[in-house]
């Protein structure tokens, strides 16, 4: 039987549990002298001109050793980087993987021209930003002190790192840049009809293969919709909302259940009210155009049931 440890552990989506566990592995070594700072940061010349490709990778796993602001670091990356894998990349672990990779890719090409060549934090940073987007309708309780929205959340961090260092955050601002882009580009852009529907962060084949993602799931978003079919897209998002955000606070593990059957109740509802419009404008005649699939956007925003969420 699997320890407590364990099984929480194995509970943790694999690209999240990848990084967390390379993040530890290499602060070990660090904080066991097998390594040092000095052969783990990103350099250009370093990094090919010499031939030491490793630092592509190190440098966003580099968090300093053992200290607050790397627990600070690895809270963010089990709680916001799980919930964006678990919640809006539900059942598409290589889109997941693929959005990391371009992200990273990004940050290497943007943050060494302003002097930065440890990225890790960058990283974390532009995934926290990403989280607050996608769970803006939630509320953090920041250091007990003061409760705020999900949507401000990498701002106040922002002027919190700001005034703690004494120093203007270019980093950090270059991180949230970086976070939003991909964020327009994976929630966004997609539904907006120039975009055809299709999504531009979508994962090349082989990566779908290696994590064992549905090559046909969800290829395209529907952006063409009546009233009606809006008006029951939006009851199913103000259901799973509604289910996990009573009385202002982060939703808890207790209120899976709760959240699961309100999704259930308005997807129901939609398919009631769409079997009954479609007989409607069948029997008038209508040319309206519909939809080839049942709009999901539901089930894709809602956020993995977790622990209250409390910086500091």
């Known amino acids: 039987m699997p320890s407590p440890i364990e099984e ?16 530890v592995v290499l602060t070990l070594a660090l904080q066991m002298e097998w390594t040092t700072p000095f052969q783990v940061f990103y350099s250009y010349d370093y990094a090919f001109s010499k031939g030491q490709y490793w630092r592509v990778v190190t440098t966003f796993l580099y968090m300093g050793k053992f200290s607050l602001e790397w ?33 990273c890719a990004t940050l290497l090409v943007v943050a060494p021209s302003m002097g930065y060549v440890y990225l890790g934090s960058l990283l974390v940073s532009s995934l926290t930003y990403m989280w607050s987007r996608f769970y803006s309708y939630l509320f953090i309780n920041f250091m007990g002190l003061l409760t705020i929205s999900a949507a401000y959340f990498p701002w106040v961090m922002l002027a919190f790192s700001s005034i703690v260092e004494n120093r203007w955050p270019t980093g950090e601002l270059a991180a949230i840049g970086v976070g939003h ?10 539904r907006r009809a120039e975009s055809g ?52 606070a982060i939703p808890s593990r207790n ?6 059957s309100s999704v259930s109740k308005a997807q ?32 894709q925003r809602v956020p993995r049931t977790g622990e ?3 910086y500091g």
């Open 197 to 248: 529907g299709r999504h531009p962060l979508r994962a090349p084949k082989a990566l779908c293969k290696l994590l064992h993602q549905d090559l046909d799931g969800d290829a395209d978003i529907p952006i063409e919709m009546d009233a009606g079919d809006g008006h029951i897209t939006a009851l199913a998002e103000s259901a799973a909302r509604g289910a996990q955000t009573d009385y202002g």
């Open 8 to 23: 929480w552990y194995m509970q943790i989506p694999i690209c999240t549990r990848i990084y967390m566990t390379a993040t």
């Open 268 to 299: 129901d509802e939609l398919s009631d009210r769409e079997d009954f419009e479609f007989g409607t404008r069948a029997a008038s005649g209508s040319t309206a155009t519909r939809f080839s699939e049942k709009p999901d956007s539901a089930q």
């Open 71 to 103: 627990l600070l670091n690895m809270y963010f990356i089990i709680q916001y980087c799980r919930d964006l894998e678990e919640g809006s990349f539900l059942n598409r672990p290589a889109d997941f993987a693929w959005m990391l990779i371009l992200m």
């Open 181 to 190: 882009v991909f964020w327009f580009l994976s929630e966004e852009w997609p």
């Open 308 to 310: 209250d969420s409390e």
């Open 255 to 260: 209120t899976e259940s709760s959240a699961s």
